[in-house]
């Protein structure tokens, strides 16, 4: 091999012409001088469209590379400007850099793949930038592959929530593709508007071929679904159903424990404080201490037990299908009317206004868990992404984690093309 093609494939610039090799004393780095060959000289940066000149820019320029062994290494060549006719005056592509970027594509891919594997320190320490430069730098490789391919093609089944991102009421809107389980948009807001936004990205034929939207109940959201997708069905996601009944339970938790502590019985305000979690969770999940508390509320406070039992019941909707699922949630609707329990009452009348979806997400069987192991992922990445410039270094963060757009490590073959 000679000495180019080695430097070339070392430093991972694979369409250069390698003119020198230097150790830069003071910032204790490789240099390595190259220039493009001439088929990809002259074109704009942004759309890489054959260009006349304009002017040598602001002459030689360095960008970040792969390291060499323990060196850090940049790769410096001129980086004239040309006159797009539709861009103006720009800096002409480099096959190695991405337009605007300081980091070569393969120090970009490499930076995007450690920040999906592994940990924020991990990548830090290894690579040795700051945590925002890798911000910035997943926004740039998810920009470039959403580029390549449309993400909103072949959409049937999507799942659509809201994810809070940061204290102080700050939210993304997110859009998976129940078929393929991958996040297909996100943006940061949750209103009509943000939502909207998607639609008009997805196209009046597209939004067509989409039978089936899970939501929560927002009214945002069906508003904008009967707008673009008035023949998808909407389901109910039971995930936030079952939320509302784990609500009402709690309300009426705080309930006995308020009036036990009026009353004075101790016991009784101590156990309902004590029962919050036992009350929470799924039967089988229980610890048996947490049992134990769940039996004395059996046997002491008929009342919140049988809130339990409600909210139960209600859990119980969801792990059925079909017709005997709708049978056994229209007998819930009958039970909770009557049961004298106001948080549940006011339970019923809401579930019974939201039937239609509930019946939509029963029949057509829409397993929740998917949407749901997503967002638990985009949740664990907001704290993760703290300390990220923007909501859309986030995203890009999410969609390299959840969307497939994670790239090769440098000089190996994609595992899968697009996963
Ligand atoms: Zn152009």
Not at 41 to 46: A, S, W
């Amino acid at each position: 091999m000679r000495n180019g093609s080695l430097w070339r494939r070392l430093v991972g610039v694979d369409q250069a012409v390698v003119e020198a090799v230097r150790f830069e004393e003071e910032s204790e780095a490789l240099v390595v001088s190259v220039r493009c060959r001439c088929s990809t000289q002259g074109r704009c940066g942004v759309c890489e469209r054959r260009c006349p000149g304009y002017d040598q820019g602001e002459g030689r320029r360095r960008w970040r590379a792969l390291d060499a062994g323990t060196l850090k290494t940049f790769v410096e060549a001129p980086a004239p400007r040309v006159r797009c006719p539709e861009h103006g005056v720009v800096v002409a592509s480099v096959p190695w850099a991405r337009h605007g970027a300081g980091h070569t594509r393969a120090f970009d891919d490499m930076v995007a793949w450690l920040a999906t594997n592994t940990s924020r320190s991990a990548v830090c320490q290894l690579v040795r930038i700051a945590w925002r430069t890798v911000g910035v730098i997943c926004e740039r490789v998810v920009a470039d592959a959403r580029a390549l391919s449309d993400p909103l093609e072949g959409l049937v089944r999507i799942g659509i929530d809201e994810i809070s991102y940061r204290r102080g009421h700050k939210y993304l809107t997110v859009v998976v593709d129940h078929d393929t389980g991958r996040l297909v948009w996100a943006a940061p807001g949750r209103r009509l508007r943000t939502l909207d936004r998607f639609f008009r990205l997805l196209g009046e034929e597209r939004a067509r071929r989409i039978r089936l939207i899970s939501a929560d109940a927002a009214e945002w959201i069906a508003k904008v679904v009967a707008r673009h997708c008035p023949k998808a069905a909407l389901c109910l996601d039971p995930f936030h159903l079952v939320r509302w009944a784990t609500r009402a339970l709690d309300e009426v938790r705080k309930q006995t424990w308020r009036t036990a502590r009026r009353e004075g019985n101790r016991q009784l305000a101590n156990e309902s404080h004590r029962s919050r979690f036992a009350l929470w969770k799924n039967p089988a999940d229980l610890t048996p201490r947490q049992a134990a508390t769940l039996a004395s509320i059996a046997r002491t406070n008929e009342r919140l037990y049988r809130a339990y039992l409600l909210k139960e019941e209600f859990r119980q909707v969801f792990t059925l299908r079909g017709p005997d699922a709708v049978a056994l949630l229209d007998e819930w609707i009958a039970w909770a009317q009557r049961c004298r329990i106001g948080p549940f009452i006011e339970l019923a009348r809401l579930i019974r206004q939201h039937r239609a979806g509930i019946v939509a997400t029963l029949t057509y069987g829409l397993s929740n868990g998917l949407i749901e192991s997503i967002n638990t992922r985009i949740r664990l990445l907001t704290r993760i992404a703290f300390g990220f410039r923007s909501p859309e270094a986030l995203i890009a963060l999410a969609m390299l984690k959840t969307g497939g757009y994670c790239p090769p490590l440098p000089g190996r073959q994609a595992v899968r093309a697009h996963g």
